[in-house]
């Protein structure tokens, strides 16, 4: 086959508003999926973080800044990415939220660069301190 060793997939400024394909799709393009590190999905129309993006194990950076994701909880879905060091998100509905830098932060304390500004020691305090004050334990 074709199929080529890639490590960026590139699908920011479509019209995409789900991933139901995205597996397939890159199954046929790519010799090793999984080993891609950066996908940028940015522009689209994605209401929520698909669960299909946590299958990329290797992931290091993922821009999904100016789509309509609307729960700032669907962050939560990206914490089992250990390798996940660059993240977007501005230009979503979440961008709103109180507690939006915090919430992500504490979610995913590997991150060393959010919304295209490196993470901060005080950021992460910050983020910390949000943490203990806005989440309730789980009973």
Not at 7 to 15: D, E, G, I, P, S
Not at 33 to 53: A, C, Q, T
Not at 64 to 78: A, F, R
Not at 92 to 100: H, R, W
């Amino acid at each position: 086959g074709c199929r080529r060793l890639t490590q960026a997939v590139r699908l920011n400024n479509n019209t995409l508003n789900d991933l139901t394909d995205f597996p397939d799709i890159m199954e046929k393009l790519l010799e090793y999926p999984l080993d891609i590190y950066w996908i940028d999905l940015s522009f689209n129309d994605l209401p929520n973080i698909d669960r299909v993006l946590t299958t990329f194990y290797n992931l290091r950076n993922l821009n999904l800044h100016g789509n309509s994701i609307q729960q700032l909880s669907e962050v939560d879905k990206l914490a089992v990415l250990p390798h996940l060091r660059n993240l977007t998100l501005h230009g979503n509905p979440i961008e709103e939220d109180k507690g939006y830098r915090s919430y992500v932060l504490s979610t995913l304390p590997q991150l060393k660069n959010f919304d295209f500004s490196g993470v901060t020691k005080l950021d992460r305090s910050t983020a910390a301190v949000w943490r203990r004050m806005n989440i309730k334990p789980k009973v």
